[in-house]
């Protein structure tokens, strides 16, 4: 019986060595939203945007678009903003989630569908912080599937949208527009 006790306490001790051991070695998922762009945004800023409501969607030969907006910008355009000549409040925030296309291979209809994702394009309000680039700031987060991890694009510094964003100036810089439901 003590033989029989010995040797059961001695397996699971040497198990919980060897679970105990192989602890720090263990892979965990990286922490997505502890990305920043040097000087500028942090996904941090954009927790949640994963329910945030949709404005448009859009889709070039290389993306497909979803935009969403937090609730302030939300309630920014359903009261007329940019059309009633007035600027998004700061705090206004939208994330662009943007996929590869491909063509769905189970509709029975030509139509492309998100394959894969490829970035989140960020832009947030904030007059002071951004005074120098028209208010807005920008920031571009690539995904790389194989860590399951973000990191900020090559280019995503933080005016890297104030030049294309210029022509819709009149729009307070933003291009989509609130879609009729």
């Known amino acids: 019986m003590k033989r029989m006790s010995f040797f059961l306490m001695a397996t699971v001790t040497s198990g919980l060595v060897v679970f105990c051991a192989s602890m720090p070695f263990a892979q965990s998922k990286p922490d997505k939203y502890a990305v920043q762009v040097p000087n500028g945004l942090s996904l941090s800023e954009f927790k949640g945007y994963e329910g945030w409501e949709v404005v448009s969607v859009a889709k070039t030969d290389e993306v497909i678009k979803v935009i969403v907006a937090n609730p302030v910008m939300i309630e920014a355009y359903k009261s007329g903003i940019p059309g009633n000549g007035k600027p998004f409040p700061d705090g206004s925030k939208i994330a662009k989630i943007q996929w590869v296309p491909k063509q769905s291979t189970e509709a029975p209809f030509d139509v ?66 609130y879609q009729k439901r």
Do not use: M
């Open 112 to 177: 492309s569908v998100p394959d894969h994702l490829k970035d989140l394009f960020l832009i947030e309000k904030d007059s002071k912080r951004f005074a120098d680039i028209a208010g807005w700031g920008y920031a571009q987060f690539d995904y790389d599937a194989a860590s399951d991890s973000y990191k900020p694009n090559a280019g995503g510094v933080v005016n890297c949208g104030t030049q294309c964003h210029t022509i819709v100036k009149a729009k307070d810089y933003i291009f989509h527009p």
